[in-house]
């Protein structure tokens, strides 16, 4: 890994298999990766779409905004 400060976090839906990235600083990614603060608090002042990258990079249970909007119309019906 290259010495920068950043980089990028990848992950991909379960349901739809796509994948997604976004940019973070390593320090707070690795804060969050050791459970020393949420990612709300971490990531504050990023999107709450980042955000949920971020934290599917971790579970590994990312659904990307397609499949959320697919299941909520689901859970409606
Ligand atoms: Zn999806």
């Known amino acids: 890994m ?3 400060d950043h ?3 990848r992950t991909v839906c379960v349901e ?3 994948s997604v990235q976004v940019t973070v600083d390593w320090v ?3 804060r969050y990766l050791l459970g020393e603060q949420t ?3 971490l990531f504050y002042d990023r999107a709450p779409a980042e955000r949920d990258i971020i934290a599917g990079f ?3 249970t990312y ?3 397609t499949c959320w909007d697919l299941i909520i119309n689901e859970e409606r019906q």
């Open 16 to 18: 739809c298999g796509d």
């Open 7 to 9: 980089g990028s976090v």
């Open 2 to 4: 290259p010495m920068d």
């Open 28 to 30: 707070p990614l690795a």
């Open 39 to 41: 990612v709300q608090v």
């Open 58 to 60: 971790r579970s590994s």
């Open 63 to 65: 659904l990307c905004e």
